[in-house]
């Protein structure tokens, strides 16, 4: 890698921290939108960091499965008229209200592991 593919972080005292890789900044640099049309899909860890947006005209299914990094986090995105639901394969999906679709098209999720196969989602759910 190139100097420029990192970021210089500050730890809390003040004092010069590691070089973060800007391909590790995730949703906080310019996220990268991954467009989908399929109605069946499925999470892979090239997906941390990104949004996923389902254009789909139909329902979507979103499988999310074990063995996803710890850190994983990534938006979920409804841009087409099919509501995005997502399904646990091996993992637990924590959400206030155990809803696991989105609301309505144009809804932003956030998907975040909070340890080993266990996530919690955010956002406007139905």
Do not use: W
Not at 61 to 79: E, K
Not at 91 to 98: A, F, H, K, S
């Amino acid at each position: 890698m190139h100097e420029s593919d990192f970021l210089r972080t500050e730890r809390p005292n003040g004092a010069d921290g590691a070089r973060v890789p800007l391909s590790q900044i995730g949703l906080l640099a310019s996220p990268q939108i991954v467009t989908i049309v399929a109605t069946e899909y499925a999470l892979t860890k090239d997906h941390h960091g990104k949004i996923v947006d389902f254009v789909a005209d139909g329902a979507v299914t979103l499988t999310v499965s074990a063995g996803l990094p710890s850190d994983f986090i990534c938006g979920i995105s409804q841009g087409g008229a099919g509501r995005v639901t997502l399904q646990e394969d091996g993992v637990t999906i924590n959400e206030p209200d155990d809803q696991l679709s989105t609301e309505k098209r144009f809804v932003m999720l956030t998907l975040a592991a909070f340890g080993a196969n266990v996530f919690r989602l955010y956002g406007r759910t139905a």
